[in-house]
């Protein structure tokens, strides 16, 4: 009826008006097949794929097995193909009468037949007045009819089976009594397996049918089933097999009578196998090449509808493999379905609670859909989540998206997604809703991100667009990460405050508390993720119990690769691609590391892990690509200073080789002191806040204890120290040359590692080694000629010419020199000859002064430099 009326239909089995009503009103688009004892049976339907090999026999040689309709069209086709696996007694009724005078036309030539053609015309012609084409059409079909049923009786018994044939009509009670007293005389086996194969049909529009014509389609498969089993005891019965067609599982055009048959035998096989029996429905579509869509034109119109025929030798195969393997219950089986096609997609309706990107997903053949929409009123981490004042779906969403997607549709965890893309970024204005649709492509597993708007010159027409892909592939190429262990400075290089000063985020995505390191091509960040709850619909206030993945954890590695992308390749970078995200654990995460790879002139690229508290990889990011977009941020001038001091803070860093050099930025010092000047007791001892005392000027006071934080750091990482409690027995002390080292306050005496320490306008930088250790770093600035001539050879000064570079190169040098000589400014300058070789960035020194006061020889001097945009910075150990 739903086909040519358009009137859904559903099949209530309930007797009880009020549960009817109950069962109507909770109308939710899927079709209903029965409403009993409270609860509501849907339809559960699976693909099969390929049946797996024959399994378990449901049929053996020992069974006898009836079909009505057995001896023709594709129910003995389907029973050929069956007894080539098994040999049970068969017993076949059909309309068609046994006529033993055919028995001389199974070995037929095309010339007996034309001869016979002309005796029937010429038979036909004597008993009637007037002969039509029709007539004579009829009655060679009946002759060819005979002559089939006898020849498919023939075959099986030429395969050495048992077959019984008996011509009736099913409907026919009498008939059928008389039948089955027949059977019960010559078989003596009860009959255990049915297969209900007769029908006829009759398309023709509802207005037009004649109902006795209808009921004649209806009582073929209905009564003669019923009829059946009159005579058969259902104990006896082990497995019923029915066919039935596409037609009443979804209607269609001109076959109310046909529909409604056939879906009263699927029906029935749900009911049986509630109650134990073993009953399958076949609901076939159209065979190609035999049965009875070959007649007239019903195979042209399904073609026409988009339905592809299916092939003998595939649909005996699938016959056969469905009943031996015993499914139960009602199968479709088809080739392409065609207008039957939508009404296979099963709409599945999701709790949000459960996954709350997600709020149905629809099965179609090739395509799985999952649908949301999207609003900033429920998705409220949407507000928190604007570029320039608009709000944008965030990327780490689009990949929760996904998981929920795929843990719903595979019931399984999503532990890696490659080859994602987010092309092109989703608005969502405030106060609307957006919808959008996770698409997976069951054949190549790709899965997008579209989202469907209705903009008003479209007219109603959706505007459909792709903003974001990914592949549900396992990629064999992993990343391979080698761990450095990560050691936090005393002092973080970017607070929570500043990052939020430079990026969009609010509050929700605010998830990076500061950076810990930078340097030879690495960031690494401490994370420090908000616990309130991203959307409305979690009803459990903490979004990580329902989300699949952590997103703000993800979101952390965006935002980290994005701050390596500012400070140090000066791009404002968004997330672009992933070549593949692999999720390890789902700890708590404390740190991402994210390591520059290269940059394009679109593109910059990183490898990123996000670690726990021990430093277990909890998520790997394998080519991350984040791309330059033109945003500006307004940032304030102070900030916009210290990026720079962090540039050169990364040149410094960069290029440095030795491990044991610290760099600090002074700025984080002074701030740090000014919100709190009890904080410098985390590091500094009484002692050494007491002498901080002596210095007047504000700045001076802050380089002293950037100095010492700096040692104290050098200090730690020397000795691989990690706990900072440690740092009140250590107080840095100056010999009477000013020259530093480090003091025991529990031995009360010198600690035998050396330290050299230096300051230059942002940064103080402290060295720690076993040999003796100088360091020292200035602003690359032209001096004075007085300076120059007290300082430098004139063999140095030949060289340093006019630059204000190398002067500054070869004052740091000398300084340093001079500094882990333990001399400082007590040297006389003009004694230390230098000469720089810039391929290896050393200087070879020749010192014409005595050096028996030295413990260790210059031969193994080592005299480096290395220089940013506006500082260069020497060491050297002896
Ligand atoms: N072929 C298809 O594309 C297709 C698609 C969907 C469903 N189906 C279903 O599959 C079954 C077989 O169809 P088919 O294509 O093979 O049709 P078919 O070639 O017309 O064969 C129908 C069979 O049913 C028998 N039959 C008809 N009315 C009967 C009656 N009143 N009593 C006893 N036997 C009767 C016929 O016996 P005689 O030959 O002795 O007359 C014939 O053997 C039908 O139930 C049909 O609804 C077929």
Same mark, same amino acid.
């Given at each position: 009826?739903?086909?040519?009326?358009?009137?859904?239909?559903?099949?209530?089995?309930?007797?009880?008006?009020?549960?009817?009503?109950?069962?109507?009103?909770?109308?939710?688009?899927?079709?209903?097949?029965?409403?009993?004892?409270?609860?509501?049976?849907?339809?559960?339907?699976?693909?099969?794929?390929?049946?797996?090999?024959?399994?378990?026999?449901?049929?053996?040689?020992?069974?006898?097995?009836?079909?009505?309709?057995?001896?023709?069209?594709?129910?003995?086709?389907?029973?050929?193909?069956?007894?080539? &696996?098994?040999?049970?007694?068969?017993?076949?009724?059909?309309?068609?009468?046994?006529?033993?005078?055919?028995?001389?036309?199974?070995?037929?030539?095309?010339?007996?037949?034309?001869?016979?053609?002309?005796?029937?015309?010429?038979?036909?012609?004597?008993? !009637?007045?007037?002969?039509?084409?029709?007539?004579?059409?009829?009655?060679?079909?009946?002759?060819?009819?005979?002559?089939?049923?006898?020849?498919?009786?023939?075959?099986?018994?030429?395969?050495?089976?048992?077959?019984?044939? &008996?011509?009736?009509?099913?409907?026919?009670?009498?008939?059928?009594?008389?039948?089955?007293?027949?059977?019960?005389?010559?078989?003596?086996?009860?009959?255990?397996?049915?297969?209900?194969?007769?029908?006829?049909?009759?398309?023709?529009?509802?207005?037009?049918?004649?109902?006795?014509?209808?009921?004649?389609?209806?009582?073929?498969?209905?009564?003669?089933?019923?009829?059946?089993?009159?005579?058969?005891?259902?104990?006896?019965?082990?497995?019923?097999?029915?066919?039935?067609?596409?037609?009443?599982? &979804?209607?269609?055009?001109?076959?109310?009578? +046909?529909?409604?048959?056939?879906?009263?035998?699927?029906?029935?096989?749900?009911? +049986?196998?509630?109650?134990?029996?073993?009953?399958?429905?076949?609901?076939?579509?159209?065979?190609?090449?035999?049965?009875?869509?070959?007649?007239?034109?019903?195979?042209?119109?399904?073609?026409?509808?988009?339905?592809?025929?299916?092939?003998?030798?595939?649909?005996?195969?699938?016959?056969?493999?469905?009943?031996?393997?015993?499914?139960?219950?009602?199968?479709?089986?088809?080739?392409?379905?065609?207008?039957?096609?939508?009404?296979?997609?099963?709409?599945?309706?999701?709790?949000?609670?459960?996954?709350?990107?997600?709020?149905?997903?629809?099965?179609?053949?090739?395509?799985?859909?999952?649908?949301?929409?999207?609003?900033?009123?429920?998705?409220?981490?949407?507000?928190?989540?604007?570029?320039?004042?608009?709000?944008?779906?965030?990327?780490?969403?689009?990949?929760?998206?996904?998981?929920?997607?795929?843990?719903?549709?595979?019931?399984?965890?999503?532990?890696?997604?490659?080859?994602?893309?987010?092309?092109?970024?989703?608005?969502?204005?405030?106060? =609307?809703?957006?919808?959008?649709?996770?698409?997976?492509?069951?054949?190549?597993?790709?899965?997008?991100?579209?989202?469907?708007?209705?903009?008003?010159?479209?007219?109603?027409?959706?505007?459909? =667009?792709?903003?974001?892909?990914?592949?549900?592939?396992?990629?064999?190429?992993?990343?391979?990460?080698?761990?450095?262990?990560?050691?936090?400075?005393?002092?973080?290089?970017?607070?929570?405050?500043?990052?939020?000063?430079?990026?969009? $985020?609010?509050?929700?995505?605010?998830?990076?508390?500061?950076?810990?390191?930078?340097?030879?091509?690495?960031?690494?960040?401490?994370?420090?993720?908000?616990?309130?709850?991203?959307?409305?619909?979690?009803?459990?206030?903490?979004?990580?119990?329902?989300?699949?993945?952590?997103?703000?954890?993800?979101?952390?590695?965006?935002?980290?690769?994005?701050?390596?992308?500012?400070?140090?390749?000066?791009?404002?970078?968004?997330?672009?691609?992933?070549?593949?995200?692999?999720?390890?654990?789902?700890?708590?995460?404390?740190?991402?590391?994210?390591?520059?790879?290269?940059?394009?002139?679109? $593109?910059?690229?990183? !490898?990123?892990?996000?670690?726990?508290?021990?430093?277990?990889?909890?998520?790997?990011?394998?080519?991350?690509?984040?791309? $330059?977009?033109?945003?500006?941020?307004?940032?304030?001038?102070?900030?916009? !200073?210290?990026?720079?001091?962090?540039?050169?803070?990364?040149?410094?860093?960069?290029?440095?080789?030795?491990?044991?050099?610290?760099?600090?930025?002074?700025?984080?010092?002074?701030?740090?002191?000014?919100?709190?000047?009890?904080?410098?007791?985390?590091?500094?001892?009484?002692?050494?806040?007491?002498?901080?005392?002596?210095?007047?000027?504000?700045?001076?006071?802050?380089?002293?204890?950037?100095?010492?934080?700096?040692?104290?750091?050098?200090?730690? !990482?020397?000795?691989? +120290?990690?706990?900072?409690?440690?740092?009140?027995?250590?107080?840095?002390?100056?010999?009477?040359?000013?020259?530093?080292?480090?003091?025991?306050?529990?031995?009360?005496?010198?600690?035998?590692?050396?330290?050299?320490?230096?300051?230059?306008?942002?940064?103080?930088?402290?060295?720690?080694?076993?040999?003796?250790?100088?360091?020292?770093?200035?602003?690359?600035?032209?001096?004075?000629?007085?300076?120059?001539?007290?300082?430098?050879?004139?063999?140095?000064?030949?060289?340093?010419?006019?630059?204000?570079?190398?002067?500054?190169?070869?004052?740091?040098? =000398?300084?340093?020199?001079?500094?882990?000589?333990?001399?400082?400014?007590?040297?006389?300058?003009?004694?230390?000859?230098?000469?720089?070789?810039?391929?290896?960035?050393?200087?070879?020194?020749?010192?014409?002064?005595?050096?028996?006061?030295?413990?260790?020889?210059?031969?193994?001097?080592?005299?480096?430099?290395?220089?940013?945009?506006?500082?260069?910075?020497?060491?050297?150990?002896?």
């Amino acid at each position: 009826i739903n086909r040519e009326f358009q009137i859904p239909v559903k099949h209530i089995y309930s007797k009880d008006l009020e549960e009817i009503l109950q069962e109507f009103l909770a109308w939710d688009k899927l079709e209903e097949i029965a409403y009993k004892d409270d609860t509501r049976y849907t339809l559960l339907r699976k693909r099969i794929k390929t049946i797996s090999e024959l399994k378990r026999s449901s049929i053996t040689d020992n069974d006898v097995l009836l079909a009505t309709g057995g001896a023709q069209g594709i129910t003995f086709i389907c029973i050929d193909d069956l007894t080539n &696996y098994v040999k049970p007694e068969l017993i076949l009724l059909g309309l068609a009468p046994i006529d033993n005078s055919l028995y001389e036309y199974l070995d037929r030539t095309p010339q007996m037949l034309e001869v016979k053609k002309e005796e029937l015309k010429i038979l036909l012609k004597a008993n !009637n007045e007037k002969v039509t084409p029709v007539m004579i059409k009829r009655e060679w079909k009946n002759f060819l009819d005979r002559l089939e049923t006898l020849q498919n009786i023939e075959n099986l018994r030429k395969k050495g089976l048992s077959v019984q044939y &008996y011509d009736v009509d099913v409907t026919d009670d009498k008939k059928m009594e008389e039948v089955f007293k027949q059977i019960q005389e010559k078989t003596k086996k009860p009959i255990s397996i049915v297969v209900h194969g007769a029908g006829i049909e009759i398309s023709k529009s509802f207005l037009k049918k004649k109902i006795s014509m209808a009921r004649k389609v209806v009582e073929v498969k209905i009564k003669g089933f019923i009829n059946l089993l009159k005579h058969l005891p259902l104990q006896e019965l082990k497995y019923i097999i029915a066919f039935s067609s596409v037609a009443g599982r &979804y209607g269609n055009q001109g076959q109310i009578d +046909y529909a409604y048959a056939n879906a009263y035998l699927s029906r029935l096989a749900w009911d +049986y196998t509630q109650r134990k029996t073993s009953f399958l429905t076949i609901n076939w579509t159209a065979w190609a090449d035999i049965g009875m869509a070959t007649q007239g034109s019903t195979l042209q119109l399904l073609k026409q509808a988009g339905v592809v025929p299916i092939p003998t030798k595939i649909g005996v195969k699938m016959f056969t493999k469905l009943v031996l393997n015993r499914f139960e219950g009602e199968y479709v089986v088809g080739g392409k379905l065609g207008i039957f096609e939508e009404k296979l997609n099963v709409e599945e309706t999701i709790d949000k609670s459960v996954y709350p990107m997600l709020t149905k997903i629809d099965y179609q053949s090739d395509f799985i859909i999952g649908s949301n929409t999207l609003n900033s009123e429920f998705d409220t981490y949407l507000l928190d989540h604007q570029i320039q004042e608009r709000p944008v779906f965030p990327g780490v969403m689009v990949l929760e998206s996904f998981a929920e997607f795929y843990n719903r549709v595979f019931g399984k965890t999503m532990t890696s997604i490659s080859n994602v893309s987010f092309h092109n970024a989703l608005k969502v204005p405030e106060r =609307k809703s957006i919808d959008v649709e996770v698409k997976l492509d069951k054949s190549n597993n790709e899965v997008s991100f579209f989202s469907r708007t209705y903009p008003l010159i479209l007219k109603g027409k959706p505007l459909i =667009k792709e903003h974001f892909n990914g592949q549900f592939i396992n990629l064999k190429r992993k990343l391979n990460w080698k761990k450095s262990p990560i050691i936090e400075p005393l002092v973080p290089l970017l607070n929570k405050r500043e990052i939020y000063e430079l990026f969009f $985020h609010g509050e929700k995505f605010q998830v990076l508390k500061e950076i810990i390191q930078l340097e030879k091509r690495k960031i690494v960040v401490k994370t420090d993720i908000p616990s309130g709850p991203l959307t409305t619909s979690g009803s459990r206030g903490n979004d990580t119990d329902h989300f699949q993945l952590d997103p703000l954890t993800l979101e952390s590695v965006f935002q980290a690769a994005a701050l390596f992308d500012i400070i140090v390749n000066d791009h404002f970078s968004l997330p672009s691609k992933i070549s593949n995200l692999e999720i390890l654990s789902k700890k708590k995460p404390k740190y991402i590391e994210a390591r520059f790879l290269k940059e394009d002139e679109s $593109h910059s690229y990183y !490898n990123a892990v996000v670690l726990s508290e021990d430093q277990e990889i909890i998520a790997k990011f394998n080519n991350l690509a984040i791309i $330059h977009a033109p945003i500006s941020v307004k940032i304030s001038d102070k900030l916009s !200073n210290y990026f720079q001091t962090l540039q050169e803070y990364y040149l410094l860093k960069n290029n440095n080789q030795s491990k044991n050099i610290e760099i600090l930025p002074i700025e984080q010092i002074k701030q740090m002191y000014q919100n709190d000047p009890n904080w410098i007791s985390n590091y500094l001892t009484e002692n050494e806040i007491e002498s901080s005392k002596k210095y007047r000027n504000e700045k001076r006071k802050i380089e002293y204890f950037s100095g010492i934080i700096a040692a104290k750091t050098c200090y730690l !990482n020397h000795l691989k +120290y990690v706990d900072r409690s440690s740092l009140s027995d250590v107080e840095i002390h100056k010999d009477d040359k000013g020259k530093p080292f480090y003091y025991s306050n529990i031995d009360k005496k010198e600690i035998p590692i050396n330290l050299s320490i230096s300051h230059s306008h942002d940064f103080s930088v402290a060295m720690t080694s076993k040999k003796l250790v100088g360091i020292d770093l200035e602003l690359i600035e032209s001096r004075a000629p007085s300076f120059y001539k007290e300082i430098f050879t004139d063999a140095e000064r030949k060289l340093i010419s006019e630059s204000a570079e190398l002067g500054t190169l070869y004052w740091t040098a =000398k300084e340093a020199f001079s500094k882990a000589i333990g001399e400082g400014f007590h040297i006389n300058f003009l004694d230390v000859q230098l000469k720089f070789n810039k391929k290896q960035k050393k200087f070879s020194v020749k010192y014409n002064k005595d050096l028996s006061m030295l413990p260790k020889k210059l031969q193994n001097l080592n005299l480096k430099s290395e220089s940013s945009k506006k500082y260069i910075l020497s060491y050297c150990e002896i």
